[in-house]
């Protein structure tokens, strides 16, 4: 799995490449965590290259979600999820958790 | 199509996910397999069975990091049978339902059902076995 941080103005755009699950969750929250600790409360994930997830990747993008869901004007949107990926947040009911949009650029603008 | 198994152990860690995620794309048919057997739906909810059944068997089930689990699939015509082992109790709910949507955990077994899989359990002296049963599709 490659984590790939990048920012556009205040919004944190996440990507992740591979497979989020029980293997890899401790270097996504590795890379995550300490930027939500500094006040990151809009965030992106770029999913166009993650190919698997598993209930404990999901458990950590809930966790992630409700952190910077308290916080003021926080969320965390999912963007460009794969048709597998997608089936799985459909049959975990995730997609009405999350913000699922299409790709970064639209989520970017849910959150203007 | 003839019954057939494979029985084998990984270690009750992690770092055996990756070769777990690559075990029935293996088996599927394709261009580059032509004596693939498993069709693309088939290995994406065995695929997914079969990670969050070994998740659970490290997490609840294997005690301490020198520990294996075993692992047997058996395939025939109709139906995919994944039999797990570990060290552990076995579990107090058989049928779990999906938990609450902010729910950080507790998906592994209510995904498992969600996709197909038909939960049995099993002991012997010093075992407890998972089986799950899916029907493959047409």
Known sequence: MKVIIASQEKITVVKVEGTLDASTLSAFKKAT??????????????????????????GVLISMLRKVRARPLGDFKMAGLSADVRSIFEITRLHRLFDCTPDVKTALQHFS | MKSWKIHFSVPGNFSSLPFLRRLFP??????????????????????????????????HGHRGEKSWVELEVTFSSKKVVLKIGDEGKGWKNKNPEMPKTVAT?????????????KIRHSKTKTKHWVHIDYKKSL
């Open chain 1, 33 to 58: 965590y300490p930027l939500i600790e500094k006040g990151n409360s809009q965030w992106v994930l770029d999913a166009s290259s993650l190919q698997f997830v598993d209930s404990m990747g999901l």
């Open chain 2, 105 to 117: 955990r507790g998906r592994g077994l209510a995904l498992i059902r969600a996709l197909g899989g």
């Open chain 2, 26 to 59: 293996s088996f599927a048919a394709g261009a580059k397999n032509p004596s693939g057997f498993l069709n693309a739906k088939d290995c994406f909810c065995l695929t997914h069975i079969l990670v969050e059944a070994y998740n659970n068997a490290v997490v």
